[in-house]
Structure formats: structure tokens, C-alpha cells
């Protein structure tokens, strides 16, 4: 299969480092997509995870280094740490290698539009509805996740392809959805607020495409739950993309279901 080339990709929330991190999907997205600008939205390695349990398996490892060798390939990195990769932020503007690290940044499409590029932690405090609700929201997202992961055991077992059942179950919850909207107002009002046609972030792991009051509010998700990315196509199109929907219709690899059976063997 050829590589599909997109003039920007936007990743967030990868979270190597977090049992949950869905980082062999990534690397096949990564090696099956020609990138021109690649931003890294923040909660690339989830350090907050670490310091708690280690959790560095083989695929993590591979990404991680893979991600770091994507300039010698001809793609310019823009790294923007977020709140679990906090300790990164203080290199704000500063260069690791040849990957460029800011807190905030400003892209400019092919069509002219300038967007304010962010994690979204910045907004924290507007969204957030006390401390007793954020442990609450920690512990069920600690739930979903546990179910998501066993739900998809079983789909792989029985050879059926891996779907979210944590994005399914938040879409039905009023809490959740208030939190999302909170969040995503907040963005629109920062970036209608400095002159922007749009921001791009992502923090929340709820991928998203809208335009809200002459503001574009794009979310490129996660790699925990939904396996998205945000890309923008040389005429300056942007859409979302749900790559373990498009590997497993065009029949690539489900490296997850293969591991599975190779241990299986073993």
C-alpha cells in the first residue's frame, strides 16, 4: 500500500508509558502516512502514569524512537507538552534535537486560516467542576478504561475488529457531555479572543470537528480510546481521521489481534 501524504498531522495523547496507550496502531499509522508537518498536541509520554508504575513495553519503546527519527525523514516535529508531560514545558521554546518545543503555536493552513495549536490544559480551571468531581471523573475514566480494554480482549479473541466502547459509554453520560462543551467554549472564546479562525488541541480524548460562533474548534483526539488524528491534505482541507477503523477496511495488519495470536502459539 502506498503512503497517503498529508501536509499536517496533528497527534495528542498518545500516552506512552500508560497501559491503555493503543501505541502499535500509531506505528502502523505512522508507517503507512507521508507527513510534511507533524505537531505533537501535548501527553506524548504520560510521566505522570510512570512515576506511579513503570510501563515501558517493546511497542512503546518503538514509537517512541520512531516519532524521534521522523525529521531525518523529511518531517518537521512541533512538540506542545501538556499536563502529563508538564516537565517538558519549561523548554518552551527551545529545540530537542530537531524537534521544535512551544507551549502555544500558530499554523496557517493552505487556506489561510490561522489556528491557535495547544494542548488544552491551559483551560483547566475554567472546565473543571471542583475538586470532588474531578477525582470522581478520574476514577470512572479509570473504569472505562478497564472496561474498554477487556471488551476489546474478548472482540479480538473472536476476530472481530477493536471498537470503543469508553467513547460509546461518555457520549450517553449528561456530566461528560457538559465537560466537553465547558472545554470546548473555552478554547473557541481563547482563540476568537486573540484573532484566530480556529484553535486545535486535544487534552480531552473526544475527537471533534466544529464551528462554533465563526470559531473552528478541531480536537484530534487520543490514542487511548479513538486512535485519531487531526490532518490537513495539500488544498488545506482538515478532517479526522480513525485509524483502526481505516487499517482494519483496508485490510492492513491488526498488529493487536496478530500479537495475540503469535502468543497464543508461544
Known sequence: ???????????SDIHLGYKDCKAEYLLDFLKHNKIDVLY????IVDMWSMSKRF???????????????????????????????APIQKYDGMN?????????????????????VLHGDQFDQQVCFGALHSWMGDVLYDFLLFLNRWY?????????????????????????????????????????????DGVVCG??????????????????????????????????????????EISQSNNLVDIRSKKSKEQKVA
Not at 500500500?1 to 497527534?11: A, D, E, G, P, R
Not at 505533537?40 to 501527553?43: K, P
Not at 457520549?171 to 472545554?183: C, E, L, T
Request: some cysteine; glycine content about 8%; charged content about 20%.
Open 1 to 11: 500500500m502506498s503512503k497517503i501524504h498529508h501536509k499536517t498531522v496533528w497527534l
Open 40 to 43: 505533537l498536541v501535548g501527553d
Open 55 to 85: 510501563h515501558w513495553p517493546k511497542a512503546h519503546n518503538d514509537l517512541f524512537h520512531t516519532l524521534l527519527s521522523l525529521p531525518n525523514q523529511g518531517t518537521k516535529v512541533i512538540y506542545l507538552p501538556g499536563n502529563h508531560d
Open 96 to 116: 530537542f534535537g530537531d524537534i521544535e518545543i512551544y507551549r502555544t503555536y500558530t499554523h496557517t493552513t493552505a487556506q489561510g486560516k490561522k489556528l491557535l
Open 152 to 196: 476489546n480482549w474478548c472482540r479480538i479473541k473472536t476476530g472481530r475488529p477493536y471498537w470503543s466502547l469508553a467513547s460509546h459509554i461518555k457520549s450517553k453520560i449528561k456530566g461528560a457531555n457538559q465537560a466537553i462543551s465547558r472545554y470546548r467554549n473555552a478554547c473557541c472564546e481563547s482563540a476568537k479572543s486573540q484573532g484566530f
Open 203 to 244: 487534552h480531552i480524548h473526544h475527537p471533534e470537528i466544529v464551528e462554533q460562533e465563526g470559531v473552528l474548534y478541531l480536537n484530534d483526539g487520543d490514542w487511548i480510546e479513538n486512535c485519531s488524528a487531526l490532518v490537513e491534505s495539500s488544498s488545506g482541507e482538515l478532517s479526522l481521521v480513525y485509524w483502526a
